[in-house]
């Protein structure tokens, strides 16, 4: 499969990095290294899909282009529209021409993860109660002096479309009736910290910041017979994954930990998931869909 990188930012490179010899342009109309300055100017005979590492804003439109023309696409998260009706329209158009539109989660790729995947569908856990889920940085004055992103809801899309998109994972069905339970500018113009949460058959409570000064993500899960517990992410390694079973009627449960020290294994095989899935035409724009309507919602809440 030959692809092109639209925008050689810091996404943008990582992703030519993990395509290798599969790249055959790159597109950017600012950076002197790019062989276009737009995506019109590739021949389309050139490539096969294209990897988006653009802006929130020229998305939908460039998506459409490459649609149109039939195709592959794989873009950064988040995939936003003002109008919900875009977005069905992509998926639409996607199903038509066959293409594949793949919006980038890369952290399902991440193995605890896919462990917690793993250990939720295999039942050992009995019902579950609660998800409590973090995800900080510390990019709080990296966003105030950017232009375009100290803007409107803040963290609210930027992490929460993480957090929204890996219960999606672990479940499987999209959740409802989410609310904002705090809300904050401690030094942006933009919200920079966050809580919200559903309880909608299972209780979610997510917390977001760009106040966290060493990035951090933990994850635990609260079920009828243990818990399980995610510390970290491999990329800020190390990253540490615990299961607890619970004794009865009460006591120290009994646990098992896996502690991995190692680079972030999540971009090389999501670009090997995208290209398995460009043999099987199969889109998540549902996902995608689901995620802008509970963020629309929860950023119409927040007050102006």
Known sequence: ????IVGLGIQGRKRQVVAGSDVAATVDPFHPDATYKSIEEVP???????????????????IEYLLVNQKHVLVEKPLFAANPQDLLKLKLL???NGSVCYTAYNHRFEPHFIRMKELIDSGILGKIYGVKLFYGNGTARLVRDSAWRDKGAGVLPDLGSHLLDTVNYWFGQYFDGFNIYA?????????????????DGILLQFELSLLSW?????ADIFAEKGSAHINSLCKWGPSTFTVRDRKLPSGRPDEESVTLAQSDPTWAQEYEHFKRLTASSINNLENDIWINSTLQKLAASLSP
Request: proline share 4%; glycine share 2%.
């Open 44 to 62: 389309l005979e050139d490539f096969d899909a294209a990897l988006l590492c653009i802006p929130d804003e020229p998305k939908i439109l460039i």
């Open 183 to 199: 809300a904050n500018r401690f030094e942006n113009q933009s919200f920079d910290h966050i809580t919200f949460g559903s309880n």
């Open 94 to 96: 996607a199903e038509h």
């Open 214 to 218: 060493r990035n951090h993500f933990y």
């Open 1 to 4: 499969m030959k692809v092109i």
